[in-house]
């Protein structure tokens, strides 16, 4: 027996809400599972960042004693002179270069924290419209 155009309307609406219940469902579990990588991988980023920052510290308070060391054992002004010269421009080629470092470090660290996110935005938008 034919079904009626109302039965037909029914089960035709039935199975666009089924479907898109599926893939709302789906959607929702990609973005979970998205959201707790980028949580893990940005816990280790900042783990890796704050190691970064310490060793950093701990170079500079070495290089500061050391170069205070090496001002206390002068024996004359000319010598003081070219030593404080020479520290100062060490000073500031270590400053550029430890800054490079940490900024090149920040931006690999939390674009590798973004990435799930970034993949499950990418999926969503690839996933077909019903």
Request: overall charge positive; hydrophobic content about 40%.
């Amino acid at each position: 027996m034919a079904k009626k155009p109302a039965e037909q309307v029914v089960e035709t609406a039935s199975e666009v809400v089924s479907k898109s219940g599926g893939a709302a469902e789906k959607i929702v579990k990609g973005n979970a599972h998205a959201l707790t990588e980028s949580s893990n991988a940005s816990r280790a980023a900042i783990q890796e960042l704050t190691k970064a920052y310490q060793e950093l510290a701990s170079k500079n308070a070495k290089n500061l004693t050391a170069a205070m060391e090496a001002l206390a054992a002068v024996k004359s002004p000319t010598e003081f002179m070219e030593l404080q010269q020479r520290l100062i421009k060490e000073g500031v080629a270590a400053a550029v270069s430890d800054s490079k470092h940490i900024a090149q470090l920040t931006t690999a660290v939390f674009t590798a924290a973004f990435e799930p996110v970034k993949k499950q935005i990418e999926s969503v938008q690839k996933t077909p419209r019903t």
